[in-house]
Structures are given as C-alpha cells and as structure tokens.
C-alpha cells in the first residue's frame, strides 16, 4: 500500500504561483509513474503532469511552459511548481501513483483556487 500526502494548495490570484508537494510513503523510485491530476467543479479528472521513474516529464498542453514537475529523492516528495496561474487552472488536485502496469493510488487532494 502506497500513501500519498498532497500539501500546498491555496487561493493566488490571476498571474500567481503556487507549489504543490506529494509526500509518498515508499521510496519514489520504487515506483514506475507519478503524476498530477486535477478535478474541476462538474468536470472529469485530467491528467495535468507526468514523471517517470527514469525522471522524463510530461505535461498537458494546457500547462505546458507554465507549471514543472520535479521529484526529490530524500524527501520522496514530487512537486508540481504552478507560475502564470489563470483561472481556469481552478480545481482539487490530486497525486498519482503507479506501482507496476496496472495498480495506482491516490492522494486526498488539495484544493488550488485562482482569482480573477
């Protein structure tokens, strides 16, 4: 079983930043993906960014050259560094995890409020 802490989220205006962390309880590593999701109000659960065991990343074109996402051994804490916050970036975000070709786990979510 993998726990996942998600910490970090906020009200920030328009133009803003935020850093949102990912505290998981095995060793980063050991696990094949991280990603981050988001879940607006009456809309479905998008993939926002992705990091592979191997340290490649990627991102959903709506956030592209915007936000980053990074990892940090020690810590086993992936991080998801938002700048230029728009409104529509409004939503819970939540922390993936996948362990193996089919098993995930979920973080509780935070919420990321952006203000025009």
């Known amino acids: 079983q993998v726990q996942l802490v998600e910490s970090g989220g906020g009200l920030v205006q328009a133009g803003g930043s935020l850093r949102l962390s990912c505290a998981a309880s095995?060793?980063?590593?050991?696990?094949?993906?991280m990603s981050w999701y988001r879940q607006a109000p009456g809309k479905e659960r998008d993939l926002v960014a992705t990091?592979?065991?191997?340290?490649?990343?990627n991102y959903a074109d709506s956030v592209k050259g915007r936000f980053t996402m990074s990892r940090d051994k020690a810590e086993n804490t992936v991080y998801l560094q938002m700048n230029s916050l728009k409104p529509e970036d409004t939503a819970v975000y939540y922390c993936?995890?996948?362990?193996?070709?089919?098993?995930?786990?979920w973080g509780q979510g935070t919420q990321v409020t952006v203000s025009s």
């Open positions: 993936n995890a996948r362990w193996g070709p089919i098993t995930f786990y």
């Open positions: 095995v060793s980063i590593f050991s696990l094949n993906a």
């Open positions: 990091i592979t065991s191997g340290g490649s990343t």
